[in-house]
């Protein structure tokens, strides 16, 4: 966890400056999330986004991610590279091909997106096919924020993992973000997981908080993918 966490950090601190002329753009999260019912089951998670534009509105983005599952144990990390294209100013298109690694296990999947840009705020769709120890599944996800004035931003968020055998992770989240400067934000969020499995299913609130840190000319177009950050706690 504290090898994957660093090497984020190094990645974005070598990144920034030869490529801040070449519309370098991106983010660094540090957030920390549990269910509201049992505070032994949280998570701490580190994640970064980094992008890198090369004219003709054509860029591409890493992400990277860590996280630490406290009660169980279980550690998770990702690598996610974004291909994406800007077919106006305010609509951008993607695709993605990832890997996570979650308690040992291996999940490869790659994903369409889009992107759109309305008035101050905008929104995001994803959905991404993937298999992890021969389980084959399907992600979708949609994503809004607003700025509700030069200091508050909101926003909303849904994912739906659907493995097909009855095996479900549903995520809803309700997050305010509030802007330390002009580089730096704290948010919270509040929301509910709901996970199924055969014959049974559970749903429960959450909440979370974290830091937020953009880098270059800004945050990266899309957010991250990743199977460990539907899970609040475990």
């Known amino acids: 966890m504290r090898t ?3 090497a984020a950090a190094v990645l974005a601190a070598c990144v920034t400056a030869p490529v801040a002329a070449q519309e370098f753009r991106g983010d660094i999260t540090l957030g920390y999330s549990t269910f509201w019912d049992d505070t032994r089951l949280n998570t701490l998670s580190g994640t970064g986004s980094y992008e ?3 004219g003709g509105g054509a860029s591409a983005q890493l992400d990277l991610g860590a996280y630490g599952f406290n009660w169980s144990g279980v550690e998770a990390g990702n690598a996610v590279l974004h291909g994406i294209y800007d077919l ?3 609509t951008s298109v993607g695709v993605f091909l990832g890997y996570e690694n979650f308690a040992g296990d291996r999940y490869d999947f790659y994903g369409l997106e889009f992107g759109q840009s309305v008035g101050t705020g905008g929104f995001e769709v994803y959905a991404a096919r993937g298999e992890e120890g021969g389980l ?5 996800g949609v994503e809004g924020s607003y700025p509700v004035n030069g200091m508050w931003d909101i926003g909303v968020k849904l994912d739906d993992a659907d493995f097909g055998t009855g095996l479900d992770v549903r995520r809803f989240g309700v997050k305010g973000s509030f802007a330390l400067g002009s580089s730096t934000s704290l948010f919270a969020e509040v929301g509910s997981t709901r996970m199924s499995v055969p014959g049974a299913a559970v749903s429960e609130p959450f909440v979370g908080v974290g830091l937020n840190v953009r880098l270059g000319a800004g945050k990266a177009t899309f957010g991250q ?7 609040p706690g475990l």
């Open 4 to 6: 994957q966490l660093c």
């Open 52 to 54: 890198l534009g090369f």
């Open 88 to 90: 106006a100013p305010t």
């Open 136 to 140: 084959s599944g399907t992600v979708i």
């Open 225 to 231: 993918r990743s199977l460990a950050g539907l899970v």
